[in-house]
């Protein structure tokens, strides 16, 4: 067993946190105060680099694997979450076109996420079908050669920026297996009944745009179906397994960071006439930090790895998300309560963390749910 990253893996990191350092401190308090974000920081990204590393080489991608793009996704994450997903999130549906799209599809939508021409979203959550998204109820009709979408869809990473997206549709409500009442569709947000409205008030991740979408009587050529029609919920899992890795990514990015925050704070600061780092109690949180951040990060490294090797584990990859997502609330919550009241202001990072880690144990499957299919796997 070698636990040591290759060199070119090594660079990667190395480069993407040299990026990350250069372009997102000065800037990170202003989009989180203001929910907003610089789109030239995305281009930049993907100028030398730094997104859709897993497209193949032919759709102009580097051809590496999703382990290459979580190690970038942890150094983004490790400096700002909000900047972070803005930038990794630009791509968030381009993994369901490389495992279902046509040749025609993959040629068409892929290369323009890496040359910062185009952003993609993938749309399923409805205010109705959240966990469950057997329950999605925006509909494709089809009309000869083509399809007819109507429905909405909320909490949509990137909604208002998409220039096309991927859209979980409802096209065989009677199936007696809800399981294949489902497709995936392409959608370009130009549209004709295509609407999209930026979400405020977020916790966290506020520089990376969260929308509502709306399709009212939306046309899209029949081509524009991915995979197999009534495959949908098969492929969403497929999609899934691979999109949940850079998840874990983010997660130990984060609690990376929340503790070296606080370990800088902890032995700054002075009470009781010692530095704070020198009562046990906040050293055994920093040893807990630093194991949970070891235990996590092995976790995903090996299910990222699989995945790569083409032998996913279902469920090593659902365990990876919940603990990641659960280890970094904890020590983004640990690093507030060692910085203490200023821990609680915005001028501090970690007040950032603690908002922004939250989300990682809900999108992309709930730590309920990744629990869920842990415990199925187990059970069964
Ligand atoms: C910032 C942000 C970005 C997002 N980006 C996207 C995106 O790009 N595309 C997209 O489609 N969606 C996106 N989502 C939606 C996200 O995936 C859902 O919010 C999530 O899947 C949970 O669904 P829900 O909010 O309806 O919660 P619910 O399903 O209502 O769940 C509420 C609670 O009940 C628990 N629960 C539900 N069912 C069970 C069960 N059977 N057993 C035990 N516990 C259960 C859940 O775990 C959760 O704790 C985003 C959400 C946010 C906040």
């Known amino acids: 067993m070698d636990f040591n990253l290759t060199k070119e893996q090594e660079d990667i990191a190395k480069a993407a946190r040299e990026f990350a350092l250069g372009e997102f401190p000065e800037r990170a308090q202003e989009f989180d105060r203001n929910e907003t974000f610089d789109l030239d920081i995305w281009r930049k990204a993907c100028e030398l680099g730094f997104v859709g590393v897993f497209i193949d080489e032919v759709y102009g991608g580097a051809g590496l694997g999703l382990f290459e793009h979580c190690l970038i996704a942890e150094e983004f994450w490790a400096v700002d979450a909000g900047m972070g997903n803005a930038v990794i999130t630009t791509t968030f549906g381009a993994e369901l076109l490389g495992l279902f799209g046509t040749e025609e599809q993959k040629m068409k939508y892929l290369p323009p996420l890496v040359k910062g021409e185009a952003i993609i979203s993938t749309a399923i959550t409805e205010p109705d079908a959240g966990s469950d998204v057997t329950c999605a109820a925006t509909k494709a009709v089809r009309e000869g050669d083509e399809y007819v979408i109507n429905g909405s869809k909320i909490f949509i990473t990137n909604g208002t920026l998409a220039s096309f997206m991927n859209v979980f549709c409802l096209t065989d409500p009677e199936n007696p297996d809800r399981h294949k009442r489902h497709s995936f569709f392409i959608v370009e947000t130009d549209r004709p009944g295509f609407e999209a409205t930026k979400l405020r008030g977020k916790l966290g991740i506020r520089a990376n745009d969260t929308a509502e979408v709306s399709f009212s009587d939306v046309r899209i050529p029949a081509s524009n179906l991915i995979g197999e029609e009534g495959n949908g919920f098969k492929e969403l899992m497929a999609f899934f397994n691979q999109t949940r890795l850079h998840i874990c990514a983010m997660a130990v990015g984060l609690a990376r960071s929340a503790m070296e925050e606080s370990i800088a704070h902890i ?114």
């Not at 906040?282 to 299910?303: D, G, H, P, S």
């Not at 280890?327 to 001028?347: I, L, R």
């Open 267 to 380: 032995k700054r600061r002075h009470q009781f006439g010692a530095p704070l780092a020198s009562f046990q109690a906040n050293q055994f949180k920093i040893a807990e930090m630093a194991t949970m951040i070891r235990a996590a990060r092995n976790l995903y490294y090996e299910a990222a790895w699989r995945t790569d090797q083409g032998r996913m584990d279902h469920a090593l990859t659902a365990m990876a998300k919940w603990y990641c997502g659960e280890m970094a609330v904890k020590c983004a919550d640990e690093a507030v309560q060692m910085h203490g009241g200023y821990g609680y202001m915005d001028e501090y990072r970690v007040q950032r963390m603690y908002r922004d880690a939250k989300i990682l144990e809900i999108y992309e499957g709930t730590k309920e749910v990744e629990k869920i299919i842990v415990a199925r796997t187990f059970l069964r």
